[in-house]
T-cell receptor, first 106, second 115 residues
Framework: SQQGEEDPQALSIQEGENATMNCSYK?????LQWYRQNSGRGLVHLIL?????REKHSGRLRVTLDTSKKSSSLLITASRAADTASYFC??????FGAGTRLTVKP | DAGVIQSPRHEVTEMGQEVTLRCKPI?????LFWYRQTMMRGLELLIY????????DSGMPEDRFSAKMPNASFSTLKIQPSEPRDSAVYFC?????????????FGPGTRLTVL
């Protein structure tokens, strides 16, 4: 994406391991969201973090935001095969990163 | 609620034909968004509506693309004439609040193939 990047582009781990995905953006933001997309399906909202927040948790998900570095990370702990999907970050005017394709092997 | 409904789910057409994609947002949502997803360009916002009025169509690629929202429960995205480079998955999403201040709910998408 010309507006930001996500890395890695692809990540393959074993069930039970943690997965970390990163997102960088280029503009100042008010909010940043993470979405998940299963193959052939629409996007599903995971979590929203506001620019004045540094960390947010939701179940096995942990999102951090560093506005000074214009970056965010999504951590999935104790991964499951069902977590296999693409993960996208999106900011303010709904510009999306290129996504990280996560594969969790059983 | 059934969620955002899109039709058709798949569309195969020939270059030069008119294509119409349809979307029914979640009832009560005032915002409707159209996106396009391709391998090359990722996910792009094409246009969004608030209370049936187009607010930002700067993402619409060219004049061949048009979108309408005649009422709160229905929107169309039309491509005329279609070209092979329009092949993509087109998503509709709706929300009760403006851009990125709240969750957007995505439909299942329409996979368009232009031959």
């Amino acid at each position: 994406s010309q507006q930001g990047e996500e890395d890695p582009q692809a990540l393959s781990i074993q069930e039970g391991e943690n997965a970390t995905m990163n997102c960088s953006y280029k503009t100042s933001i008010n909010n940043l969201q993470w979405y998940r997309q299963n193959s052939g399906r629409g996007l599903v909202h995971l979590i929203l973090i506001r620019s004045n927040e540094r960390e947010k948790h939701s179940g096995r998900l942990r999102v951090t935001l560093d506005t000074s570095k214009k970056s965010s990370s999504l951590l999935i702990t104790a991964s499951r095969a069902a977590d296999t999907a693409s993960y996208f970050c999106a900011w303010d005017d709904m510009r999306f990163g290129a996504g990280t394709r996560l594969t969790v092997k059983p | 609620d059934a969620g955002v409904i899109q039709s058709p789910r798949h569309e195969v057409t020939e270059m030069g034909q008119e294509v119409t994609l349809r979307c029914k947002p979640i009832s009560g949502h005032d915002y409707l968004f159209w996106y396009r997803q391709t391998m090359m360009r990722g996910l792009e916002l094409l246009i969004y509506f608030n209370n049936n009025v187009p607010i930002d169509d700067s993402g619409m690629p060219e004049d061949r693309f048009s979108a309408k929202m005649p009422n709160a429960s229905f929107s169309t995205l039309k491509i005329q004439p279609s070209e092979p480079r329009d092949s993509a998955v087109y998503f509709c999403a709706s929300s009760s609040r403006p851009l990125l201040t709240d969750t957007q709910y995505f439909g299942p998408g329409t996979r368009l193939t232009v031959l």
